[in-house]
Each structure stands twice: as structure tokens, then as C-alpha cells.
């Protein structure tokens, strides 16, 4: 057949026609390997052909799911891999406000939300929106008169691809749709770059916001699953004396937030370690404490559970990654719906009394109204306005000993999560109308602030 690429070359001149070019360079790829690698192309003894078949075969069948999906899907898993580029482009009809520097802002949320449903549009109904992994706003910053936005796209390819195609077929896409309708942003057309970036930069990027993690589902610690490692990067393990005492989260590079009872009785920090990751043995990260600063209203009383929140500064800072990150916190007027579906994590029992685990643990809680939590039948009147209530009137899915402290965190659209609450007590486990309490975040968030600057 000759050089591997010289279809792909042959083709080149057709990147204007960008899916038919896609379609034929991966056609040729198939050529190439299956004559490359059937042993029916090889030459024996006597230079006569090894007749395999098998290989042929092989590529054949995949040859065939190009032509019948008509489309460049993926060969083989083993195969693929994730492509980061990086996009930018200038909204006109969008002064640039200061809230825009703050991811959690309703401004910047709002804005992220309508420019990445405009980026996931340009794919839909071609070959790469089965390609696209993701679409995220990492930057908005001011730009003459507009607001520039930084995107980080996300695909999955066959390694082999050829770049320059792919990237051809990216752009374009996102130009066309850039060109034609985008309201109600306005777009500035000759602002607009595409550029690929390695898998480290891009990583990063998407590190440097909040509430980020790996896309895996929630499954219905009790009565909850086993967490894989980056699934919730903000977990932190509080550690008196090298035993696991309360779970935390992440909310800086150097900050925890956790509750004030975990401290009861201990608040020397040079008896206190953290560790991250979804293992406490051996953690994924180690630091020391430097500082606990409990609620200056805490009660150290077993029966008060008021004021229950701490925050903890670590003696080092650590460095975002996909295993280790921080969660977004809201702001504190945001309100969290009656009902909305959240993730509490944990290295707590597996039932009332148990040893704490030693592998993450999370399971899926709704939010309960206060009205209903402080019903005569559950929680008689003790759910205050700082406490929310989270998890199933009938039972069997809850936080338990050993998580107190850890986070009750939910996704919004985008997939950004934020910390709703903090585990702070409840009656026993997953007992009907005795659904986990927790320390509202929200209700906290100024004091989270002050003492921070979070």
C-alpha cells in the first residue's frame, strides 16, 4: 500500500469538507493497519503469502463500523485517548462586572452556563459530539469593551489520529456556529482562537476551579458504595493521633472545614494529621495542622448541637490534582431546594456502633425541608436555622459515626459541585424519620469568610 499516510496526504486538500475528510483518513488508517498486520499480506518461505484471514477479519469488521455509522467512531478502547484545547473568544454584548473573578458568583455562573450550552450546540449532530467529553469556562476576564471567555474542550480520539485533521474539524465547527446564530450572547468572530494543549495544561486549567472531579455516577456510609480514587477530591480525613476521628473538606489549598465537635476534648493541633484520598491507608497526601479555629458560640456540650462548624488550616499548602481538589462554596444567599438530590462521603460505620472503614464510602441523600425535619414524629423542634436535614423519611440511607464533619455536596447544571452541609449529628443510622442533620453551610458562609478569606 505504500507510506501509511499517503491517503491521509492525498486527502488533506479536503479540510474544508472536514467530516469526509475525518471519515477518510480513519478508512485509511484501517487499510494500513490490516495490511500492515494480516498475515495474508506477509510473504513466507519462497515469498508466498502466510494465509491467516483472522487479521483481515479483524480490521474488516471495523472498516465496517466506519462506513455504517458514517462516522470516525472508536476503533478499539484500548485505543483512544483525551485531546485538551484550549478556546477562546470575546462575548460583545456583555460588560465585564468584578463578580466575574469569582466562580461561584450567580454572574459567572450564569454567563459559564450559557457559553458552554453554545460550545456542546457546534457538536451536536456531527461525528464529535459523541467525541466531546466536556466543555468548561475556566477564565472570564474584561476585553475591550466585552468579556473574553477561556474554555478548556475535552475529547476522546483514537491516538493515532491525525491532529491537524482533528483540530481542522474542531475548529470549524465552533466557527460555524460561532458565525451563525449564538443569542443571546454576540459574538466577535475575529477574536476566536483554537489551540491543543497537552494533557498537563489542561489538567491544570480545569484544577484551578472549584467543585471539578472525575464524571462518575452516585450510587445508593450506610448503604452506600465504594468511592474510586478523584471521585470526591475534597475529602479529607481528620486523624487524632494517627486514628480516623471526622471527616473534612477541602475548601483552599489550605484550608478544611469541618465540625466543631470533632474537637471536643482535643484541640492541641500537634495532635491532629489530615490525610486525602479515597484511602486512609496508605492516603493519597499527608499535612500536618497548624491551626483549629472552632465557632466561637460552640458549645462543648454532647446535647448542643448549635454552631457546630470549624475551620482548619493545614501546615502546607497542597497541589490541586484530579485525586485532591477543592469543592465550591456557595454563596451564602444561595438557596438549596427541598429535595435536591446530594452525595454525602465517608470513612464512617457501615452501621450503628461499627469500626470506621478505610476506603471512602458515598451514597445519595435527598435534602429535607426544616418544616417537615421539626415534625413531633422526627426531630421535635431541634432543627434550627443553621441545620439542614438530608436523607429518607423511611430510612436506610445516611451518614453515621465517623463522618461527622465531612461533606454533604450537591452538582449544579454545569456539573460544579458545591457543599450544601456538614455532617453534624443525628439519631443513630439510617433509622426511619431520623434522617442525618446537618451544619448549613450558607448559613455559615460570611463566618467561613472572615475567618479564611474564602
Known amino acids: ?48 503469502r502466510i494465509d491467516g484471514g483472522r487479521a483481515s ?7 465496517l463500523t466506519i462506513s455504517a455509522t458514517g462516522s470516525p467512531e472508536l476503533i478499539r478502547t484500548s485505543d483512544q485517548k483525551l485531546f485538551f484545547y484550549s478556546a477562546s473568544f470575546r462575548i460583545n454584548n456583555v460588560q465585564y462586572q468584578p463578580n466575574f473573578d469569582k466562580q461561584t458568583s450567580a454572574e459567572f455562573r450564569e454567563l459559564s452556563r450559557s457559553i458552554e450550552v453554545l460550545i456542546k450546540q457546534a457538536f451536536q449532530a456531527t461525528p464529535l459530539e459523541k467525541r466531546l467529553i466536556n466543555a468548561r469556562v475556566v477564565r472570564l476576564s ?9 474554555v478548556v474542550l475535552i475529547f476522546k480520539f483514537i491516538a493515532t489520529d491525525n491532529k491537524e485533521i482533528l483540530w481542522t474539524n474542531i475548529y470549524h465547527s465552533l466557527l460555524k456556529k460561532l ?17 491543543e494543549i497537552n494533557e498537563e495544561s489542561g489538567t491544570n486549567l480545569l484544577n484551578s476551579c472549584c467543585g471539578t472531579r472525575l464524571d462518575r455516577s452516585v450510587e445508593r456510609i450506610y448503604g452506600g458504595t465504594i ?24 475548601i483552599s489549598s489550605n484550608w478544611l472545614v469541618t465540625a466543631a465537635h470533632c474537637f471536643r476534648g482535643v484541640r492541641d493541633v ?16 499527608r499535612r500536618n495542622l497548624r491551626q483549629i479555629i472552632i465557632h466561637e458560640h460552640y458549645a462543648n456540650n454532647v446535647m448542643n448541637h448549635e454552631f457546630d462548624i470549624a475551620v482548619v488550616q493545614i501546615s502546607s499548602p497542597v497541589e490541586f490534582t484530579t485525586a485532591v481538589h477543592r469543592v465550591c462554596l456557595p454563596e451564602a444567599s444561595y438557596i438549596f431546594p427541598e429535595n435536591t438530590t446530594c452525595a454525602v462521603t ?45 436523607g429518607y423519611l423511611e430510612g ?58 474564602i
Open 346 to 390: 465517608g470513612f464512617g460505620a457501615l452501621k450503628d456502633d461499627g469500626p470506621s472503614v478505610h476506603e471512602l464510602r458515598q451514597t445519595e441523600v435527598k435534602i429535607i425541608g426544616n418544616e417537615i425535619c421539626n415534625r413531633r414524629e422526627v426531630y421535635k423542634g431541634a432543627i434550627s436555622s443553621g441545620m439542614l436535614c438530608a
Open 179 to 195: 458565525k451563525s446564530s449564538t443569542w443571546p450572547l454576540s459574538i466577535d468572530i475575529s477574536s476566536y482562537k483554537l489551540s
Open 396 to 453: 436506610g440511607s445516611d451518614a453515621c459515626q465517623g463522618d461527622s464533619g465531612g461533606p454533604l455536596v450537591t452538582s449544579d447544571s454545569r456539573g460544579i459541585w458545591y457543599l450544601v452541609g456538614i455532617v453534624s449529628w443525628g439519631d443513630e443510622c439510617a433509622k426511619p424519620n431520623k434522617p442525618g442533620v446537618y451544619t448549613r453551610v450558607t448559613y455559615y458562609r460570611d463566618w467561613i469568610a472572615f475567618h479564611t478569606g
Open 142 to 150: 474584561p476585553g475591550n469593551d466585552g468579556v473574553l471567555a477561556d
Open 57 to 63: 477479519q479483524r480490521w474488516f469488521s471495523e472498516l
Open 1 to 48: 500500500m505504500g507510506d501509511c499516510f499517503d491517503c491521509a496526504r492525498d486527502i488533506a486538500d479536503l479540510s474544508h469538507c472536514h467530516w469526509f475528510a475525518c471519515i477518510l483518513f480513519d478508512l485509511c488508517s484501517v487499510l494500513c493497519r490490516a495490511t500492515k498486520e494480516d498475515p495474508a499480506n506477509q510473504l513466507g518461505p519462497g515469498r508466498q
Open 227 to 250: 468511592a474510586g480514587e478523584g471521585e470526591w477530591p475534597w475529602q479529607a480525613s481528620l486523624q487524632l493521633n494517627g486514628v480516623h476521628r471526622c471527616g473534612a473538606t477541602l
Open 270 to 285: 500537634r495532635s491532629w494529621t489530615s490525610s486525602f484520598g479515597a484511602r486512609l491507608r496508605p492516603p493519597t497526601m
